[in-house]
């Protein structure tokens, strides 16, 4: 008898920057900024316990050939402008999707020198495609970047009011 092993990934990133809690959480849970940083999807959030949580294609993406719905998800945990605990499934194939969803942790703090710092935690149990995505080096437009790409362009927008490539 084989059996399937069973793995848990979980990835951390991390980084300072000059806002508040209040205008990252802003930036993170409002569609009116998601669309302006990352892959510029629309994230749509009802942010208490059992709220869905969706990420919208943009045209580009969906010209591209990805569905509406790109993401989709539960609020497990809402804790402005701290702490946000939500799921997360990948919806552009199958295959990716069947994987199940995945948790995902924002926290927010404030620094004792004026900065902010976020932490996303990704936790991927038995889900190699999603891990793959989150992970991947590939350029861009080739669907790479994952959490580094979204944060450090969150980043930027929030510092110098321009995301990458304006």
């Known amino acids: 008898m084989t059996t399937a092993a069973q793995t848990k990934t979980v990835q951390i990133y991390r980084v300072y920057i000059s806002a508040t809690p209040e205008a990252i959480w802003e930036a993170i849970t409002n569609p009116e900024w998601t669309r302006k940083y990352g892959y510029r999807g629309i994230a749509e959030y009802d942010l208490r316990p059992g709220g869905k949580y969706r990420a919208l294609a943009n045209a580009d993406m969906q010209a591209a050939g990805m569905p509406e719905v790109v993401v989709d998800g539960e609020v497990l945990e809402a804790d402005p402008p701290r702490k ?16 199940g969803p995945t948790r995902v942790t924002f926290d927010i703090e404030e620094d004792d020198v004026g900065v902010t710092r976020v932490t996303v935690t990704h936790e991927m149990e038995n889900a ?11 350029r861009i437009t080739e669907g790479g ?9 969150l980043k930027t927008l929030l510092e110098t009011g321009k995301s990458f490539g304006e």
Do not use: H, N
Not at 145 to 153: A, N
């Open 145 to 153: 970047g994952g959490w580094t790409l979204i944060l450090s362009d």
């Open 84 to 99: 946000l605990v939500q799921t997360w499934r990948f919806l552009w194939d199958e295959e990716i999707a069947a994987e």
């Open 128 to 138: 190699p495609r999603t891990e793959e995505q989150i992970t991947s080096a590939a």
